[in-house]
């Protein structure tokens, strides 16, 4: 089983900075934070420099994370997303990573049902498209606080869609936050878990906000999802693909990285070889 660093992890450091931690710390591939890399493309950077030194450094890209909004449904907003699905897709093929995450927000939350999945069944669809051109896959990530946040629902939109190249990705806070528990993952097709988000967090008090900063902001294990029942479940499903540690913490953010990604490193092997 392989490791991966989610950029936001990292979320201070540069993505050439990533690379050299990464490969400091021991993970086997680089889920990319795709702000990082635009950041990085838009002041004179080149996709090449990002790949050779992502293979010299003896690692891969498992992913890059991500295409963002996806809910967009008025005409001006979808002809924009699918413009941006044609720059990353092109973007995430030359840097010969195999999966996008496609990540929609809350802007089609006040759709009724049926219409919801209607604009995710489209919009998924169009993107899936383009990535056949290219030989790239997309992950759905099922945002805890939007209306979309089920895997039933993502199940019935890769059933609508009817694309090989559509999956979901296994991230344990979002997961725990839309209510599922570990023995859910047994009615997925393993074929379609294309990424595994290794994280950590609690749900929102009476009247707080889903606020991630504040619900994630802790060291893996230090929450309160059953990692251990996650991981199992991973390991179960007959997934084989890399997990990526995922941090979203404002004071960890603040440590010295080559120190806490070394750590998280640790953490993530231990639960993913024993739960």
């Given at each position: 089983m392989r490791t991966a660093l989610h950029g936001i992890t990292s979320f201070h450091s540069n993505l050439l900075t990533d690379i050299r931690l990464a490969h400091e710390a021991g993970f086997d591939d680089m889920e990319i934070f795709y702000p990082k890399l635009a950041r990085y493309l838009a002041c004179g950077g080149a996709i090449d420099t990002v790949r050779g030194m992502v293979r010299d450094a003896g690692m891969g890209i498992s992913h890059v994370s991500a295409l963002d909004h996806i809910e967009r449904h008025d005409?001006?907003?979808?002809?924009?997303l699918m413009e941006e699905a044609v720059k990353i897709?092109?973007?995430?093929?030359?840097?010969?990573?195999?999966?996008?995450?496609?990540l929609p927000r809350k802007g089609a939350d006040h759709l009724p049902e049926s219409a919801l999945m209607d604009v995710m069944v489209q919009n998924i669809a169009s993107i899936a498209a383009i990535g056949g051109d290219w030989g790239v896959r997309y992950m759905i990530e099922l945002p805890a606080?939007?209306?979309?946040?089920?895997?039933?629902?993502?199940?019935?939109?890769?059933?609508?869609?009817?694309?090989?190249?559509?999956g979901v990705v296994v991230d344990f806070w979002h997961f725990h936050g839309s209510g599922a528990v570990p023995a859910d993952l047994d009615s997925l097709d393993p074929a379609r878990i294309f990424g595994v988000h290794f994280c950590d967090g609690r749900l929102p008090r009476p009247g707080e906000a889903w606020d991630e900063t504040v619900l994630r902001d802790c060291m893996p294990g230090e929450g309160e999802i059953d990692l251990a029942g996650w991981c199992d479940a991973v390991r179960r499903s007959g997934y084989v693909g890399p997990w990526s540690v995922e941090l979203i913490s404002?004071?960890?953010?603040?440590?010295?990285?080559?120190?806490?990604?070394?750590?998280?490193?640790?953490?993530?092997r231990d639960h993913m070889t024993t739960g």
């Open positions: 005409a001006t907003g979808r002809a924009a897709t092109r973007e995430a093929h030359d840097l010969g990573a195999r999966t996008v995450m496609v606080f939007t209306r979309f946040r089920t895997l039933t629902q993502a199940k019935e939109v890769i059933a609508r869609v009817g694309a090989p190249n559509v404002p004071a960890l953010w603040e440590c010295d990285p080559a120190f806490l990604l070394p750590r998280l490193q640790g953490v993530l």
